[in-house]
């Protein structure tokens, strides 16, 4: 499926970016604006057939006026090469590949990242933390990612692996997580935490207004939140529950990394200050003595094409079109 959004000025340079995730693969056409031209959506590939079939067909829409070819992927994603090092669940077949040996780049030059980082290039370009140079930011969806820029640099570590903020550990004894550590902020604030909590609540009988639906299908976390602002005993002790822990750890983060500003990102952000609102001042109160002023806390401004953009951006930047 495409959508065409925009025009291009003749000679303007233009990129194509890829978001390869869990529930969806994207790709638009990008100006160095952070303007999406044309838009490409597509379901969760599960071949690097399938991966290539969908980027061609927004190769051939960009008609050999694109400079580059950048691509967001889940897992732990080698820059330097495009190697995907570390990728389980659904997306598994891309552990092991190059990416810019899956698609057929037709010469173009290739830039990968992981998509946290992409989403948050795509904020530091254009979005929330525009011209910011130290940011962390966090994507709140079916699992938690997380992406850290320091002085102008993403952290990528030795191995690539670095900003993977969903996997900090904030209860050791805590439930086991799809990285193999116990605990960690991903198994208390994602979506998969929270629809499982609210389950297993219903499961154990708990008043509650929710149920399954007659597939068997869990109530969905956007309903949960709508059902904790609507009086919903369970879902109010879920929602709360996994905002103190989300909060714990935002505090850990700002501790860790000073930033400018700190990015919630992702589906779940999606519920805006509602969200933030609860532990706003308990953040601030935790943080103020080590770091001497409140840190705001904003929303993702490119939410849905966020980490497409991003990934455009990663090709502006290699080629010293943009910078930050
Ligand atoms: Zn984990």
Redesign the pocket.
Known sequence: MSEKLGSTDSGEPLAIGVDIGGTAIKAAIVNTRGDLIETFHGPSPRSTAAVREFVDLALKRADHNACGIGIGCKGVIDAASSRVKSLPGDLHFLEGQLLSDVIAANGLPVCADNDARTALVAEVLWGAARGRRNVVMLTLGTGVGGAVLVDGSLLRGAGGAAGHL??VTLDPKGEL???G?YG?L?THFSSRAIESAYWAHLHRAAPARLCVDSKGQVPDTASIFRAASEGDECARYVVDRALVHLGAALVSFLHAFDPEVFILGGNIAAAGPALIAPIQEQIARRTKILLGREVPIVFQKTVGYGGVAGAAGLVFLAQRLLAI
């Open positions: 969903g996997h997580c799809i990285c550590n960690c991903e």
